[in-house]
T-cell receptor, first 114, second 110 residues
Framework: DTGVSQNPRHKITKRGQNVTFRCDPI?????LYWYRQTLGQGPEFLTY????????KSRLLSDRFSAERPKGSFSTLEIQRTEQGDSAMYLC????????????FGSGTRLTVV | QKEVEQNSGPLSVPEGAIASLNCTYS??????FFWYRQYSGKSPELIMS????GDKEDGRFTAQLNKASQYVSLLIRDSQPSDSATYLC??????????FGTGTRLQVFP
C-alpha cells in the first residue's frame, strides 16, 4: 500500500472548461475527504464519504462541484465551468475511523485556471 | 471568530532552540486535536495528536492541551533547519471532519 494517491498532480485549464480529479485512498480506509487549500490558508473542508455514501457537503461546494465515490473505493471530484477563483490545491485524505484519529493526505492536485 | 486560530508568523528561531507554536479553538465540544506539518508545495503530514489535557511527547515534539483555556500548543525542541515548514493545527468535534487553522510558518535559521 503506497498511501493516498491523487491524479493528476498538476492541471492547467482555461476558464470555462470542466476538470476532473481522482483520488485513490488507502485500501482499508472507508472514509474519504476532499479539501481545498489556497495560498496562505489552511485546508478547507469540501465533502466526505463513508464508503459510497456522501455524508456531508460544505457550502463551499457550489453547484459547479460534484464528487462521487461509486463503489466505495476511489473518488472523483469534478468542477464544471471553471473560474479563476477555483485555482487551488485540491487535497484528498482518507481514514479508517472517524476524523477523531486524524487522517492521511494524498499529494494533492494543483489546479490553475487561466 | 474563526473556529481554529493560529498566528500566521513567520516564527523565526535559531537552530537548536525551542520553537513554540500556539493554536486556539472556539468550540468547547472539540474532542481531538492534531498538528500537521506542511512543507512548501507539499501536502500536510500528521505529526502529533492529543486527546486529553496535559502534555504528550514524541521525540523532539511535545503537544500540550488545555481544554479549559481552549488552546493547543506544539513545542519543537532542538529545532533544525529541516523543521522549517508551516504547522497546521486541526480540531475535531467528535465528527468525521477536521477543521484546520491557517497555519504558522516556522523558520529555523542556522
Amino acid at each position: 500500500d503506497t498511501g493516498v494517491s491523487q491524479n493528476p498532480r498538476h492541471k492547467i485549464t482555461k476558464r470555462g472548461q470542466n476538470v476532473t480529479f481522482r483520488c485513490d485512498p488507502i485500501s482499508e480506509h472507508n472514509r474519504l475527504y476532499w479539501y481545498r487549500q489556497t495560498l496562505g490558508q489552511g485546508p478547507e473542508f469540501l465533502t466526505y464519504f463513508q464508503n459510497e455514501a456522501q455524508l456531508e457537503k460544505s457550502r463551499l461546494l457550489s453547484d459547479r462541484f460534484s464528487a462521487e465515490r461509486p463503489k466505495g473505493s476511489f473518488s472523483t471530484l469534478e468542477i464544471q465551468r471553471t473560474e479563476q477563483g477555483d485555482s487551488a490545491m485540491y487535497l484528498c485524505a482518507s481514514s479508517a475511523n472517524r476524523g477523531d484519529y486524524g487522517y492521511t493526505f494524498g499529494s494533492g492536485t494543483r489546479l490553475t485556471v487561466v | 471568530q474563526k473556529e481554529v486560530e493560529q498566528n500566521s508568523g513567520p516564527l523565526s528561531v535559531p537552530e537548536g532552540a525551542i520553537a513554540s507554536l500556539n493554536c486556539t479553538y472556539s468550540d468547547r465540544g472539540s474532542q481531538s486535536f492534531f498538528w500537521y506539518r506542511q512543507y512548501s508545495g507539499k501536502s500536510p503530514e500528521l505529526i502529533m495528536s492529543i486527546y486529553s489535557n496535559g502534555d504528550k511527547e514524541d521525540g523532539r515534539f511535545t503537544a500540550q492541551l488545555n481544554k479549559a483555556s481552549q488552546y493547543v500548543s506544539l513545542l519543537i525542541r532542538d529545532s533544525q533547519p529541516s523543521d522549517s515548514a508551516t504547522y497546521l493545527c486541526a480540531v475535531n468535534r467528535n465528527t468525521d471532519k477536521l477543521i484546520f487553522g491557517t497555519g504558522t510558518r516556522l523558520q529555523v535559521f542556522p
